[in-house]
Every structure is written in structure tokens, then in C-alpha cells.
């Protein structure tokens, strides 16, 4: 089952120094965190801040050839957890056939985030987020969840949704 996502915010990861895309469900209070490269973080950060570029960056340009073609972006969906990388699928439509392509999240973000469409996270991967941590890391992995959902918009800074 799909749960639905809103992109809350981008912050960086205080240990590593990397950015994390934090998911958040509307309804309850689950929270995913995605780390994400730096170059896919500055994609979603120019969009949610709505700042315009001289030229097409990639997602754009992506967004650019979809609309070209009458393809339509019906969903992105968080598919799997698996060794701890994400996996991500981009559900389109073109002439009434779906097409699903394989995606890394943080581009299937930035997309959604360009085309307005829904974000989707498979419950397994909610439920599989929790668990992956080793019996080493849990008191630091549910440290940083509390954390992550104890967020207010003071704390997600500028990249906040």
C-alpha cells in the first residue's frame, strides 16, 4: 500500500554533513528521511524556493521533454529500501499507456516538485526505514527520527515547504 508524502523540508544531516529530504505524512506523523547528493539537493532546494535559472537545469529539462511529448507525470513512488539505498519509480502517462520508469528519489522528487504531482512512499519502505538500523546504530537512528519529527518550521530553515 502507498502511503502520501509532502516534501517538508531540506536540511543537512548535522553528522555527515549531507542533505536529507524529510518526507512527511499529512495524516500521521511518519517521517522518512532521504539523504540525498548535493547537486540533487540544490534541484529541489531551487524549486521549492521557486527560483527561476537563465537556462533549463536537468529536472527542467526533463519536465520540459515530458510536456513536449503530451506525457503526463501521474506520481512518483518511494518503492524500496533495499542495502540501505532508496529506490523510486516515476509513474507516467502518453496516449492513455502508463509507463513506469526506474528513478533514484532524489530525481523523482525534483520532478514532482516540478510537475506538481503527488509523492508516494510504499508502507514496506516506511516499515523497513525503522528496522534498518543495526542494534549498534538503533539508539542513534530512533534518536534522529524523534528528531526529524520534533521539527518545526524554525527548525527546516530556508527549505522548508
Not at 61 to 85: A, P, R, S, Y
Not at 86 to 108: C, K, Q, T
Not at 142 to 148: A, D, I, S
Request: with cysteine; aromatic share 4%; hydrophobic share 45%.
Amino acid at each position: 500500500m502507498e502511503v502520501e508524502m509532502k516534501i517538508r523540508g531540506l536540511l543537512m544531516d548535522p553528522v555527515t554533513n549531507m542533505p536529507i529530504v524529510i518526507l512527511k505524512d499529512s495524516v500521521s506523523d511518519a517521517v522518512l528521511p532521504i539523504w540525498v547528493g548535493i547537486y540533487e539537493a540544490n534541484a529541489i532546494a531551487l524549486e521549492i524556493e521557486k527560483v527561476s535559472t537563465p537556462r533549463p537545469m536537468t529536472h527542467d529539462l526533463i519536465k520540459n521533454v515530458l510536456t513536449g511529448l503530451e506525457t503526463q507525470v501521474h506520481k512518483v513512488v518511494v518503492t524500496e529500501l533495499k542495502e540501505d539505498t532508496f529506490f523510486a519509480v516515476i509513474w507516467l502517462e502518453r496516449n492513455g499507456h502508463v509507463i513506469s520508469i526506474d528513478s533514484r528519489p532524489s530525481d523523482a522528487l525534483a520532478l514532482a516538485l516540478r510537475v506538481d504531482c503527488p509523492i508516494f512512499v510504499e508502507d514496506e519502505v516506511l516499515k523497513n526505514s525503522k528496522q534498518a538500523t543495526t542494534a549498534s546504530d538503533r539508539v542513534t537512528s530512533e534518536e534522529l527520527r524523534k528528531w526529524l519529527e520534533g521539527l518545526n518550521d524554525e527548525d527546516l530553515g530556508r527549505y522548508k515547504m
